[in-house]
């Protein structure tokens, strides 16, 4: 068949998105963990923590958008892992061989684990809801929340196939989740920054984490924003032209060796 | 006149500071079985990597069905399939949903794939599994199912980097039965080995892989002819046996003079006659064992003797 190559871009994109959806859907037990992790996370500092912590306000709501970030570190895990078994595996080496689009081949994997990461924050909003969390965004708000939490999921997914491309083992793939659920506890998210010593409080104010619960949280409870929407479009924008671009190098490095 | 299979001339290729293939020259015709034969990290891996489009050589020409590998890749690509030395299919996917994937992807249209599935599923044996999770699959059957995807897109040319590899004696066996089957059917193998045996049962053409050349090329037979056939080795109690064995069936005395080796590769009425004829002088051997040359005697023969000169036969 003559077609264009975007296309078959777009084909077999789409292919390899549904092979990523269906490998969650055969080991559901690992989507409930990715989201029943961070569910654990936020009834612990709910109901234990959550009564000596002073946030002005209710503090359900205000670590919503924390537990939803820790939320992607365990399935981008998944996605740097499986990259690396493809990479090492055989597979990707057998699809080169075939007319299928190189970019078709990581993309599927982006955009597989970019419709995992919605799913499981759509699960944990609901979690939220249902022990009191009480959002007071608009319709635009809401916008605004889907298009910083898209943004973030692409960069992140994309950061994590870097991980596996990199990664000789599966297993040192794995090692991804460490470095990303750690960062949320080092911002924001779960405590003001104000509160830590000067030096984490330095870092924490400024790690790309915090600007994005800042935003997230501005816009679903109407805390003040200021600059930290623009923070967290450069971080995240810049951290997703980077990932892609080196994903994309190290992808095509394999074919000259 | 058309181009062959695959040509490939003065192919180079280094990693950092060992060279992996120094002067790689050889053809193929189409319909041909060939077997690239040599011992594990003699650079097979990498010829079949360089033949697939998956790399780049630094030097040297390559072409399938007349499409030049780097140059011509997307067309290449079009009509070869590859089948590396681990199975490469999806361990959570079922049989059949494999097939489907890989079918998509090598932009056959539904119907074509869904077809082709089918036979290919019913061909290698594997209806009853197609809905089953592939980690539930033996070796065995994800080597064949390793296969049967490789076959979805009709390629002209198939690469199978040590299909038998791992695999235990009957699914060797039918594997080899599959290998013949395709060639009936017009297509042209490319097959990597380490087992001279393996070469032997299939290919019509073997080119001999040895430190980063082509150190023989020819049939089965003409390799053979270099280093000698299996032989009927026979050890004696004594001396004196063993001298007379060698004068009945005019054989030189090897070894201490206790040893005499026959060639076995010939009729078994040859065989017969003269373990008769040692039977009538009562003349008992202590021993007798089968032997059949190695990959060992295939390098020892041409690499030692000659210099790694390029043997020519055919
Ligand atoms: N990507 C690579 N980087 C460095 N060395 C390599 C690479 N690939 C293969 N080699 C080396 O090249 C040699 C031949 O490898 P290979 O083609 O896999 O051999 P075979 O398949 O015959 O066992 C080996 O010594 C191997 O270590
Ligand atoms: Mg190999």
New interface residues.
């Given amino acids: ?1 003559r077609r264009s190559a975007l296309y ?1 871009t777009l ?2 994109s789409g ?2 998105t549904i ?1 990523s959806i ?2 969650m859907l ?2 559901p037990e690992s989507l409930l963990l990715s989201v029943g992790l961070p569910v654990m996370l936020m009834l612990l500092f709910v109901y234990v923590f959550g009564g000596a912590i002073q946030t002005g306000g209710e503090y359900i709501n205000y670590i919503v958008p924390g537990v939803i970030v820790t939320c992607v570190g365990y399935g981008s895990s998944m996605t740097a892992m499986s990259v690396a078994l493809d990479m090492n ?3 990707f ?8 689009r190189p970019a078709a081949l990581l993309g599927g994997h982006v955009l597989g684990t970019y419709v995992k990461s919605l799913l499981g924050t759509l699960l944990v909003f609901l979690c939220a809801i249902a022990i009191g969390f009480r959002p007071s965004a608009t319709l635009l708000d809401w916008l605004g929340i889907f298009a910083i939490l898209s943004l973030f999921l692409l960069a992140i997914s994309w950061l994590a196939v870097v991980f596996g491309l990199v990664a000789g083992s599966a297993e040192t793939a794995s090692a991804f989740s460490f470095f990303i659920m750690f960062l949320p506890y080092v911002s924001s998210a779960f405590v003001p920054t104000e509160t830590m010593p000067s030096w984490l409080h330095a870092f924490a104010a400024h790690q790309p984490m915090t600007p994005l619960i800042e935003t997230l949280r501005g816009l679903l409870i109407g805390t003040p924003i200021g600059n930290q929407a623009v923070w967290a479009v450069v971080w995240f924008g810049g951290m997703l032209l980077l990932s892609a671009t080196v994903a994309s190098i190290l992808f095509h490095r ?4 | 006149m058309r181009a062959p299979a695959i040509q490939v001339r003065g192919l180079k290729k280094s ?1 950092a500071h060992k060279v992996v293939l120094d002067d790689v020259s050889f053809e193929v015709e189409r319909g041909q079985i060939f077997a690239l034969l040599g011992e594990n990290g003699a650079g097979k891996t990498t010829t079949v ?1 360089i033949l ?5 050589a630094d030097r040297g020409t390559a072409s399938i069905d007349g499409c030049d590998v780097t140059l011509e890749s ?1 067309r290449v ?2 009509i ?11 361990e ?2 079922t049989g059949k ?1 494999n097939l489907h ?2 079918g ?4 056959l ?1 539904r119907q074509t794939v869904r077809r082709r599935a089918t036979e290919l599923l019913t061909l290698f044996d594997l209806t009853d599994a197609a809905g089953k ?1 592939v980690k539930t699959y033996s070796g065995g059957m994800r080597r064949k199912l390793d296969i049967a ?2 076959l979805l ?1 009709s390629p002209k040319v198939i690469f199978l980097d040590e299909p038998t590899t791992g695999l235990d004696p009957r699914s060797r066996a039918s594997m080899w039965e599959m290998i013949r089957q395709l060639a009936r059917e017009g297509v042209t193998i490319f097959l990597t080995t380490q087992y001279l045996e393996e070469a032997d049962q299939l290919a019509d053409k073997i080119a001999v892989l040895a430190e980063g050349r082509i150190v023989a090329e020819g049939t089965a037979e003409q390799l053979k002819a270099v280093i000698g056939e299996e032989r009927l080795e026979l050890h004696f109690h004594n001396s004196a046996d063993g001298r007379r064995a060698a004068t009945l069936l005019h054989l030189p005395m090897e070894g201490d003079g206790l040893q005499l080796s026959l060639p076995a590769g010939g009729t078994t009425d040859s065989l017969r006659s003269a373990l008769n004829m040692l039977h009538e002088h009562d003349i008992v051997p202590a021993t007798v064992n089968y032997r059949k040359p190695t990959l060992d005697d295939v390098f020892m023969a041409l690499t030692g003797n000659t210099e790694k000169e390029v043997r020519h036969y055919a």
């Fill in positions: 068949m078959w084909h077999d292919m390899m092979r269906r490998h055969r080991s595996g055989g597979l080496d057998r699809l080169r061989s075939m007319p299928a394999r074919r000259k060796v | 990693y990597r697939s489009t998956l790399i780049q997307d690509r079009q070869i399939s590859l089948t590396g030395q681990y199975a490469a299919v999806d959570l996917l949903e994937l890989m998509g992807l090598l932009h249209d999770i995807i490789s897109g």
